[in-house]
């Protein structure tokens, strides 16, 4: 029995499945740890469903993929805004060599992950999938990408990239401690102790920056954010449909001279440039609003895409996917052990930045931050981890990322 769901009933059916995902991940404390994102357990109990009717013939379900490709056209120009130059300058020269160590391992992880699947005799896209799509990019660019690839006739691609990048955010919070503790024991490295005086003092010198001046301030600081809120809201809207109108046009224009790339990707880039030409003239930027759409916009494709997923696809490319991700699994760990460690500088904050590098190179950032959380908290605290790895993370090696990958699928096609 075929159902087929329009695209409001597959929509409402998302939202039912991304709720069923929050509720199971609160109650089985494991996916907490590790960060699994709430659409992807939604979605993949719904795969499950969909394999339990494939398997014994009982039903088929059949989704639109409308809103799914709308919903990802809408994230990635997102990621456009965030790559403000502005604030890579600002971040200085710590920032711009720890998104030079991500890069290297971004294309060492492609170029593995396509060689060993070339090697294994499987289609290299496979290899892709287990690359830095999914280990650097996590579970958000696996489902971008996964079925590019298989438009590209790599059969079971979005499956693996989504385990792969499963198995990533699970590998990356257990690596990193053993990466930090073996560059402290090898190089006599010694974090700084806190002061528990001083970061009380601190503490409450917070508070009271935080707590503001006097109460009518806040109050009329209130009343401006209220005036200006809904302008930046429908500005945040606007400046989407602008850059995602305006990269799909040059997509298109592309195209007539025959160079074939992502629809997303010129969204992503005129976004970018939108966003610094706003840096330039030092114009405020709607951040806020744009992090909110993002968000939203990746938790609802992330659960589509994993409702699509057909996973017994996944059977016959399983074997060499197990073996490429545990040879990716080493290289990030001597790659941060011997590389990241000495682009940043081979001292304890080094240390700490290589370990939270083991998140951001199999799983995602909130595993990177965790990691480090763990290690400062044993060690003694490293400030200029804190402000490297969110930057990065969080803001540019996704649309690094996402640019390198383009050039690879475009190569192994």
């Avoid at 109650?27 to 699994?36: A, G």
């Avoid at 040879?327 to 370990?355: C, E, H, N, P, S």
């Avoid at 402000?387 to 475009?410: C, E, K, R, W, Y």
Wanted: with cysteine; hydrophobic share 55%; charged share 10%.
């Amino acid at each position: 029995m075929l159902i087929e769901f329009s695209n409001v009933e597959t929509l409402g059916l998302a939202a039912i499945f991304l709720v069923i995902g929050h509720f199971i991940k609160e109650r089985i404390p494991v996916l907490e740890r590790y960060f699994i994102p709430s659409p992807i357990i939604g979605g993949l109990v719904f795969s499950i469903i969909m394999l339990i009717g494939h398997q014994t013939g009982a039903f088929n379900l059949e989704l639109s993929n409308d809103m799914r490709d709308l919903l990802l056209m809408m994230f990635f120009t997102t990621i456009g805004f965030t790559a403000s130059l502005e604030m890579l300058k600002r971040g200085g020269v710590a920032v711009a060599l720890f998104l030079l160590a991500c890069t290297i391992l971004v294309l060492i992880q492609n170029i593995v992950g396509a060689g060993l699947a070339t090697i294994l005799g499987t289609n290299p896209l496979i290899g892709l999938a287990a690359g830095s799509i999914s280990l650097t990019g996590g579970h958000g660019t696996s489902a971008a990408f996964g079925p590019l690839l298989e438009a590209h006739g790599a059969v079971g691609a979005l499956p693996a990239a989504i385990a792969a990048a499963t198995w990533g955010l699970v590998l990356g919070c257990i690596i990193g401690g053993p990466v930090g503790l073996r560059l402290l024991r090898r190089y006599h490295l010694k974090g700084p102790q806190a002061d528990a005086s001083g970061m009380g003092e601190a503490s409450a010198d917070n508070d009271a920056k935080r707590a503001g001046p006097t109460r009518q301030s806040d109050e009329e600081a209130a009343a401006k954010e209220a005036t200006r809120r809904f302008p930046f809201s429908t500005l945040s809207v606007v400046l989407l449909c602008v850059a995602a109108g305006l990269g799909g046009a040059a997509i298109d224009w592309l195209q007539q001279y025959g160079v074939t790339v992502p629809a997303y990707l010129g969204a992503m880039l005129i976004a970018a440039l939108i966003r610094n030409i706003y840096d330039l003239r030092r114009i405020d930027f709607p951040d806020v609003e744009m992090n909110t759409i993002s968000m939203v916009s990746l938790s609802f494709f992330l659960v589509l895409a994993l409702m699509s997923m057909r996973l017994w696809e996944l059977a016959h490319v399983f074997g060499p996917l197990l073996i490429i991700l545990i040879v990716q699994t080493v290289i990030v760990f001597f790659f941060t052990y011997f590389v990241t460690f000495r682009i940043m500088g081979k001292d304890y904050d080094a240390a700490t930045l290589a370990v939270g590098h083991c998140g951001v190179g199999l799983g995602a950032t909130p595993n990177a931050m965790a990691n480090i959380q763990a290690f400062t908290n044993a060690n003694g605290p490293s400030p200029k981890a804190f402000f490297v790895i969110p930057i990065v993370g969080s803001l540019f090696i996704d649309f690094v990322n996402a640019i390198v990958i383009t050039v690879f699928v475009n190569v192994f096609s």
